[in-house]
């Protein structure tokens, strides 16, 4: 498995720590960040390969950075991770989805499933 430079954008520290802790003891190089003015500043730094937004965070959306990072040239692949709920009357990862995210996922998001779905974005199709 190549080491893979990770995002995690939520306004959860819990979430943040928890996913950090696994990512890096897979051998993955994790940052973080709390909001998504913090998170482009990461991104203009250096873009990093995969970045797991979560979709409601006070300041902006996670809808907003999804859209930002995808006119990012190389942009990186994207996780949309949320406890639910709806957007303008649409499901927020059906919204995720529509907006390029690579893979929506649900909270809370077992670990294990985290890792397959980063380790899974960069696999060869079968």
């Keep these: 498995m190549t080491p893979r430079s990770i995002l995690i954008v939520d306004d959860e520290p819990a979430v943040r720590v928890l996913y950090e802790l696994v990512l890096v003891r897979r051998g993955h190089l994790v940052k973080t960040a709390t909001t998504v003015a913090d998170?482009?500043?990461?991104?203009?730094?250096?873009?990093p390969e995969v970045v797991i937004v979560d979709?409601?965070?006070?300041?902006?959306?996670?809808?907003?950075?999804?859209?930002?990072?995808?006119?990012q040239d190389p942009a990186p692949?994207?996780?949309?991770?949320?406890?639910?709920?709806?957007?303008?009357?649409?499901?927020?990862?059906?919204?995720?989805?529509?907006?390029?995210a690579d893979v929506a996922l649900r909270k809370p998001l077992p670990t294990e499933v985290l890792v397959e779905a980063v380790e899974g974005l960069f696999e060869p199709p079968q």
Excluded at 81 to 95: C, R, S
């Design 39 to 47: 998170a482009l500043k990461a991104c203009t730094a250096s873009t």
């Design 55 to 71: 979709m409601f965070m006070p300041e902006a959306s996670g809808l907003e950075l999804i859209r930002a990072l995808r006119r």
């Design 77 to 100: 692949r994207i996780i949309a991770i949320t406890g639910g709920g709806t957007w303008e009357g649409f499901e927020v990862l059906i919204t995720a989805k529509d907006a390029s």
